[in-house]
């Protein structure tokens, strides 16, 4: 069933044309996905669609009986009231029916025994079967699974929502939204302010929900998830694909292979007829074919050339001198405010080129460590240790370094006055600023231009070694494509923290958890994240089951085990022990090599350096073998060690 119809939308500012012909339709149970660049006019037609503004022209056709929910971006609920009254406010139909009910149930209980109690009964059953209906019987349980879902334990419950912070306003607002349940539930970039595991609650939320969705979002792990279908907005029209957010990739450049196709087609049909008018229009036997060949060309709708992408930012992080081989060491480190420890112990070992994505749930302290690691914020305990030639580049996700009264142009150049002002233009021109837009205030930029301001800034400084946090936030999904290649590309060292799980995967080779308990290290991307969390999620599980077993079992164990279990211990140790010497011996020749590379005869002859470096490269390969070697040996022996 059809529930909503945009019918040749448009937006006009002036003679300015931010879109036009627009055409959407919204099915009972859409899937619905809305992307385009920033500035493309989404949240506008968003807007027009919830019917909040109104289109200069064209028309929107709304289904009279459905419902429509609209939840614009970074809005928070604005109430006195605590959480759990709120949530209340979502049943208020259901709760007038359920006192409705009481009333009928104390007036049929109080009636004499003659009166015709028809009536009341009738009502009675039909407003306990609607009731059953919009769960009546459970939907304080579905507040209780909602705010759950977004980190809400029962301690928030009677909290008055003004005492709470515009990320916990903005999850309820969500959390109210998804349990009044619209037939158009319309939603406006929902996944900001969500950590992974309530982005994870949230996708598996939405594929289950009853109704209609129509989202915004530049998540595009959550698209992929939630969406199949996607409307593009682009150049000031509109375009549909089937499919999720992948699937909708493939067909644009299907699409745009098949329009230059047609279109060099058309190009050649039109180049022959041309010419053959223009070789037998004056020739008297052939005069009136060339006739015919130009009303043919006259009455041919002739295809635009294929416009492809629009333009994109291009940019580069380069480093001035590459770090030393260890980059940030931290041992037992705790973070906090005024001893409230958030996180303890957190052991870190950065080496050059690792690429670390620091995850965990909101309110944990990644932020906080990232500050505390470039002294902006003091540990609780221990010290962090740079390595030699560290310099760090850092990205503030709130952009606090940049300066309201500064022009884009000054922002960049009183920090390098040395630099030509061509240069500067030029490297802002990367960024997607050129001409008069490097003349804006910083204060009147959007949160995506001051995004790009501040990672141009990043890319002048050519550190080795970049700590960014949360980078890809305001950037729309081509920007953030942009972002993932040049970090790829970057020669230096990477940590950082993102709540965007497909930038996390393709850039990220080692992911840090940090928890309560400390930080914990997995050896791969979000996919390897993924996988070994789910293992430890089973063996949990087992272990909980088999503990009364194990117990049972203790001491039973016969002498024969004992012995191989001994025998086990010695061949791992001899294994241990011999990994430790020969890493000895590899981080002598490491040294040796370093040293030799220092010398003057060598810095002047080209091909012993390269041969100097190639051993090099090839002693630090044989090291990280060598290091993953003990690390599982040793864990295999304190496991061999431990009682039978």
Not at 134 to 140: A, F, H, L, V
Request: charged content about 25%; glycine content about 6%; proline content about 2%.
């Amino acid at each position: 069933m059809i529930l909503l119809q945009a019918n040749q939308i448009a937006r006009l500012f002036g003679a300015e044309v931010l879109f036009e012909h627009i055409q959407l339709e919204i099915a009972s149970q859409s899937r619905i996905a809305l992307v385009g660049r920033n500035g493309a006019g989404k949240s506008t037609l968003l807007k027009i669609i919830a019917g909040i503004e109104s289109p200069d022209k064209g028309t929107i056709a709304k289904n009279k009986s459905a419902t429509m929910g609209y939840l614009a971006q970074d809005t928070g609920l604005n109430s006195q009231a605590t959480v759990w009254e709120e949530m209340l406010d979502a049943f208020t139909v259901v709760r007038k029916m359920e006192q409705r009910m009481r009333s009928l149930e104390q007036a049929i209980s109080d009636a004499a025994p003659a009166t015709d109690m028809s009536s009341l009964l009738k009502e009675y059953d039909q407003l306990q079967h609607e009731f059953a209906e919009k769960n009546g019987y459970g939907y304080e349980n579905e507040i209780r699974s909602v705010l759950h879902g977004f980190q809400f334990d029962s301690s928030f419950y009677t909290q008055s929502i003004d005492t709470l912070s515009g990320g916990q306003k903005t999850r309820l607002a969500l959390a109210k939204m998804l349990l009044q349940k619209p037939d158009i539930l319309i939603l406006d970039e929902p996944t900001n302010h969500l950590d992974i595991d309530t982005l994870a609650w949230l996708e598996n939320y939405l594929q289950g929900y009853a109704g209609a969705l129509l989202i915004v979002s530049h998540d595009r792990y959550f698209l992929d998830k939630v969406a199949n279908e996607v409307y593009e907005l682009s150049r000031q029209k509109m375009r549909h694909y089937k499919g999720n957010y992948s699937r909708y990739l493939d067909l644009k450049a299907e699409q745009l292979q098949s329009d230059w196709k047609a279109f060099e087609k058309q190009q050649d049909e039109i180049n022959k007829l041309e010419d053959f008018v223009a070789r037998n229009l004056v020739r008297a036997s052939t005069t009136k074919r060339a006739q015919s060949r130009r009303k043919q060309l006259e009455k041919m709708e002739r295809l635009d050339r294929p416009q492809g992408d629009e333009k994109s930012a291009h940019f580069l992080f380069s480093i001035e001198k590459p770090s030393g081989n260890v980059v940030m060491q931290l041992e037992d480190g705790a973070i906090g405010y005024a001893q409230d420890v958030l996180s303890a112990p957190i052991n870190l070992d950065v080496r050059r080129k690792d690429a670390i994505a620091l995850v965990g749930p909101n309110g944990i302290g990644k932020s906080t460590l990232l500050k505390s690691l470039i002294h902006q914020l003091p540990l609780i305990t221990g010290d962090v240790h740079l390595g030699a030639n560290v310099t760090i580049g850092y990205y503030d996700q709130k952009q606090s370094d940049l300066h309201s009264t500064k022009t884009i142009l000054h922002e960049l150049w009183d920090e390098h006055p040395t630099t030509p002002e061509v240069e500067i233009r030029s490297i802002l021109g990367s960024f997607l600023f050129s001409g008069e837009d490097v003349e804006k205030p910083i204060t009147l930029l959007s949160g995506g231009e001051k995004a790009r301001v501040a990672l141009a800034k990043l890319a002048m400084d050519h550190d080795n070694f970049l700590i960014l946090d949360e980078p890809t936030n305001h950037l729309d999904i081509d920007s953030k494509e942009v972002l993932e290649n040049a970090l790829i590309d970057y020669e230096g060292t990477l940590f950082f923290v993102s709540h965007d799980r497909y930038f996390i995967n393709r850039i990220a080779t080692k992911v840090i958890e940090l928890s309560e308990s400390g930080s914990k290290l997995y050896l791969g991307d979000y996919d390897y994240y993924l996988e070994k969390k789910l293992e430890e999620a089973e063996i949990a599980a087992l272990l909980d089951t088999s503990t009364t077993e194990k117990q049972q079992s203790a001491g039973k164990k016969s002498f024969v085990q004992s012995k191989e279990q001994q025998k086990t211990v010695r061949t791992l140790q001899r294994k241990v022990d011999q990994i430790e010497s020969d890493l000895a011996t590899i981080e002598e020749t490491i040294s040796e090599i370093e040293k030799a590379m220092t010398e003057p005869e060598v810095l002047n002859d080209h091909l012993k350096l390269t041969t100097l470096n190639q051993q090099l490269e090839a002693a630090h390969h044989q090291q990280e073998q060598l290091l993953e070697d003990w690390e599982a040996s040793s864990i295999a022996l304190e496991e061999a060690q431990s009682p039978l």
